[in-house]
């Protein structure tokens, strides 16, 4: 089992959907994590950043963080055909040796 | 928008050629990393350093090697280009100071073709 699945997609949906994106974790000493944008041919773009478990919002993205469950969440309100892209999810742990566990990506498609 | 650049951004070069990927970071961020991805694929960690002369490998055996002489510059180098290197190249940083780990931060990438 890998530390974080995310599932592939595509994922498909008219634009002015609600897009909700997902992962899950296995290391309860995970204790950080981000939601990052990556168009094609392109660097991830950082997203959403958040600490511990609940809510982050910011313009037509909420970041939802249940550490009980070990599942996180991006939501994307009105969504754009602009919002087309890969959907990464990162997360660490607060140990200064250890590095970013990325999920594999969800690819998005916003059609208009 | 980061602070941090890579170039080139394209490259395509013939087999056997000494290649030299730059990685510059304006943050002052103490951490940096080297990621391969192949189009649609997963990020795969092939090399970070955790600061001056500091160079660790990473979950992805590679033929490259990377310095770190200066805390902003953070090279890769492949000593003999072959067409299975065929990949995008990406440059990040995070800042690791005060007890936490900050959000890592990439560069727009290099695309790079051995023919």
């Known amino acids: 089992q890998k530390e974080v699945e995310q599932d592939p997609g595509p994922l498909s949906v008219p634009e002015g959907a609600i897009v909700s994106l997902n992962c899950t974790y296995s290391n309860s000493a995970f204790q950080y994590f981000m939601w990052y944008r990556q168009y094609s041919r392109k660097g991830p773009e950082l997203l959403m950043y958040t600490y511990s478990s609940g809510n982050k919002e910011d313009g037509r993205f909420t970041a939802q963080v249940d550490k009980s469950s070990k599942y996180i969440s991006l939501f994307i309100r009105d969504s754009q055909p602009s919002d087309s892209a890969t959907y990464l999810c990162?997360?660490?742990?607060?140990?200064?040796?250890?590095?970013?566990?990325f999920g594999p990506g969800t690819r998005l498609s916003v059609l208009p | 928008e980061a602070d941090i650049y890579q170039t080139p951004r394209y490259l395509v070069i013939g087999t056997g050629k000494k290649i030299t990927l730059e990685c510059s970071q304006t943050m002052g961020h103490d951490k940096m990393y080297w990621y391969q991805q192949d189009p649609g694929m997963e990020l795969h960690l092939i090399h970070y350093?955790?600061?001056?002369?500091?160079?660790e490998k990473g979950d992805l055996s590679s033929e490259s090697t990377v310095s770190r002489i200066r805390t902003e510059h953070f090279p890769l180098t492949l000593e003999s280009a072959r067409p299975s290197h065929t990949s995008q190249y990406l440059c990040?940083?995070?800042?690791?100071?005060?007890?936490?780990?900050?959000?890592?931060?990439f560069g727009q990438g290099t695309r790079l073709t051995v023919v």
């Open positions: 350093s955790y600061g001056v002369n500091s160079t």
């Open positions: 990162a997360m660490s742990g607060r140990n200064y040796g250890q590095n970013f566990v």
């Open positions: 990040a940083s995070s800042e690791t100071g005060r007890g936490r780990i900050t959000e890592a931060f």
